[in-house]
């Protein structure tokens, strides 16, 4: 009897030291992250970053949290994000199918959650009087067709989003060559366009509505164009409320994709920021919340004392 519960005893200890060992081989992989509390890196689109910077300040301020944002183009992003750099991203495009694949196949069902609408712009510099421009005369302007009141195009970055974005509009699998440009981020297209006549940037209109420090000066020399749809309906600014009425033709959609594949702080900000104080960020920010936060309405009515009076 003495032995048979000394090899019980042996067997319990023997699995509770596995289960501790798992435990903690779990919580390694994992990291010290929670839903509110730890460290983790969020890769983000650069052209988003002015937005994300603004729910981490006030994220952080708000829980025993650290985000550390690695800014990237969409190319690099996506491979990072494939290449296990992190398990959390900001998107301007949700994942396609190839990339969910990739996820399910290792047993992880990404959770995608859409947080705003942004969009994207055209500038050019303001010794041009004309601030109108036409979507199909950039798109044709693409194509390799010569546009009178189109010098060059200027592209944030030859990985970008936005350049994916406008070759998918012209039905571009390549990049054009012929006067088409690219630097490196939002800043450089808006300080290039602010020194240079007759060329005509693309940026993410977050990087207009929210300009960074070195960008403050040169914003004063550029113009951000009214854009028409290639319906016809007329041109638009783009604007909170245009992006709202979907008038303005250029929009899109923004998501935080979590694939950590456990409950962590990934988890946490993607619903905080798709909450109401995030939306509210969003809606200062000049861009449109995916739910529009709500106003409270306090009617105040005269008391008996005063009706008395």
Request: a positive charge; proline letters at 3%; aromatic letters at 8%.
């Amino acid at each position: 009897m003495k032995k048979f519960f000394k090899r019980t005893y042996l067997v319990l200890a023997s699995l509770f030291l596995v289960l501790i060992s798992c435990k903690q081989s779990g919580d390694a992989k994992k990291g010290v992250d929670t839903i509110l509390k730890g460290n983790v890196t969020i890769l983000v689109d650069e052209t988003l970053k002015p937005i994300i910077d603004d729910q981490v300040a006030v994220f952080e301020s708000k829980y025993e949290a650290k985000i550390n944002l690695d800014a990237k183009s969409e190319k690099e992003l996506i491979k990072g994000f494939l290449n296990d750099s992190s398990g959390v991203a900001v998107l301007s495009r949700t994942l396609n199918q190839d990339e969910i694949k990739y996820f399910e196949r290792k047993r992880i069902t990404p959770k995608i959650t859409k947080i705003g609408i942004d969009a994207i712009a055209f500038i050019r510099n303001n010794t041009s009087k004309d601030t109108l421009i036409a979507l199909e005369d950039v798109i044709s302007f693409m194509q390799g067709q010569e546009q009178a009141n189109i010098k060059g195009l200027v592209f944030d970055n030859p990985n970008s989003s936005t350049l994916r974005y406008m070759n998918d509009l012209a039905g571009l699998d390549e990049t054009p060559t012929k006067s088409v440009f690219s630097f490196k981020t939002n800043e450089d297209v808006i300080k290039y366009v602010s020194e240079n006549e007759g060329m005509v940037g693309v940026v993410g209109v977050n990087w207009l509505s929210q300009p960074s420090t070195t960008s403050k000066s040169d914003m004063k020399n550029i113009n951000v164009l009214n854009v028409k749809s290639l319906n016809n309906i007329g041109y638009f600014a783009p604007s909170q409320n245009n992006i709202a009425e979907g008038t303005y033709p250029l929009a899109r959609d923004l998501y935080i994709i979590n694939c950590q594949g456990y409950s962590g702080l990934g988890m946490g900000f993607a619903s905080f920021v798709a909450g109401d104080i995030g939306q509210r960020i969003i809606l200062k920010s000049g861009l449109l919340p995916f739910r529009m936060p709500g106003r409270n309405i306090i009617i105040k009515t005269k008391s008996n004392t005063d009706e008395k009076k």
